[in-house]
DNA sequence: GTGAAAGCGCTAACAG
DNA sequence: CTGTTAGCGCTTTCAC
């Protein structure tokens, strides 16, 4: 304790220990230390006591830049979301996705760096995966073109998508079959009966919305049926309802539709009240996500199960494989199922 | 372009170019190269534009962890959250706090780093607050008790506090008045010639919600009136819809309804209805936080403004200007308003 | 203005 | 098993 002053008095204030510190305590080189602090195994017993009574005693905790400075690794996974910051925080798959690769990451100590990557800003998110920021990338809500001129695989770490990677690259993925979930929406609808079915999508620059389309509109085939009005909008409650109002203003008959999110369902839902038409009497509604309130009692969507969590969690997993060199399965599609309610 | 291959190929794949090749390559020394990348102004015209090119051809890209070692500096906060992960990304409240974090930060190009410091996880959240992971801290949804140990004090970085902070710790702040909310809310209910009000308030260890409470009693008191009912929810949709139905159960008679938050208000909403009164004509509804949903239309909810955003806004440019050493007012308490809908 | 030199605190061969 | 020895790539005095 004495001690511990001395050194505090000796090294001003704010600063902490260093190993250097903790191996002159602990009377051994600060190699010991290293491999005692880092959990090697290659220690006599005895000395990894003295070790670990200084660190105690000094409050020894190690200094993460020169960590990673030295052995070129940061402790740290990047999620790259190249999103605009209010699309991020308004849709609540992006919450279950980050929720999900916290759980995924789990007691690994790796801390989770949050890149919001704003369209344009390419520049910056550059730097950072160069910057040796992460020991490994997860990307979500990719879109064509985004962080082009092969930023990613410059970057020298593991990437690991959450959803359709872009063609081409060799990275892992774990992605939800979209195609099967417009096939399984459309099939749904075509079993209650349904035979004006129309569609509101996602925006088409995105892999997750095309597929849903294109799923929903070869199972329609299929049944020798086609859309009865087909429409885009950007996956949140207010293109829902401005496409719901057009396609009411259209004056297309239709029977059923299917929003290709549940945000978009819930304000086309609105506008279908608003307008007199019974739900799912003289409407058929399915939307795309369950997220939470489609299973609230007064709302009560039928959904396909987009299982965010499980696959942010999945794909933080894989990322962590393999950062470690352990060998993954390098794509993983996972099957969607329906969730059925009362709107169908 | 030869000298580009020339350095690539002596240096192994995927490793990036130093300081030190750009500086060869420039015909500088590093000193100016450090400068000139870090916007230094003391060089010379010509060797700016000379070590721009440089940089330019070799696609440098400063590592962070030996500019943090050297500078001591890790170009990073850290928002805290000392919150179970389900229930941070389950309240809106966080989402939009976490937006407004982003946006404050803006340009400056500090990194965002996301700790959520599980209860009990404090060793954790201390080997990272130690570790040099930030350069300042944000605290954010922080009870009594959390961060136990001084934790926050021995950082050694200046910290900021979203909403109100522990008593005696010298940190920054960013506050609603929400004593003043309570009373803004009983007030209006008063105004409107409401006598019975009841009242269904938040967790009681949670300093936002015994804030309201106590603005709620304190204006009602004022007048000559104690609350018709109160109760307790955890800001959830399902305890507003829980204790509304406990409140009509209990045969109170009320003509007015505060809950602490818009969910509670929501889920009470729903229930008054139910029971077939009428909103306001029997029972004036007022919620807290007017989150989006308030605004709707069909909804049209008369609710305290809590300004979550600029909050965190306004926490974050306060955390920066400590960080650069300027000064800043050290607690701001910003003043609740009113929106005032069809409920009221 | 600019360069030389001395570290920042730690890890990682390499001998012993 | 353990200590010695080199750096990791950058910033930062300090002379020039």
Redesign the interface.
Known sequence: MGRTDELEASRGT???ATLEDVARVAGVSRATVSRVVRGDVQVRRDKVVKVESAVQEL?Y??????R??ASRQ?GAVALIVPEH??R???DPFF??A??GV??GLGAG?K??????SSPGGDA?T???V????ADGLLVMSHHEGDLSDGILEEA?VPVVFIGRPPEGLGAGSVDLDNVEGGRLAARHLIERSRRRIAMICGPQDMPAAVDRRTGFEKELADAGLEPAWLSFGDFTLASGEREATALLASGARFDALFASSDLMALGAL?KLEVQGLRVPEDVAVIGFDDIASAADE?ISLTSVINPGRQMAERASQMLLDLIAGRETDQQIVLRPELAVRSTT
């Open positions: 704010g600063r902490g409050g905790v190690p200094n993460n830049a020169a990673s400075l940061s910051e209010t991020v925080f308004t919450s279950t980050i929720s916290s759980a100590d801390q989770l760096l949050l890149v919001l910056r550059r730097r950072f160069h910057g040796g920021h020298g609105k007064a």
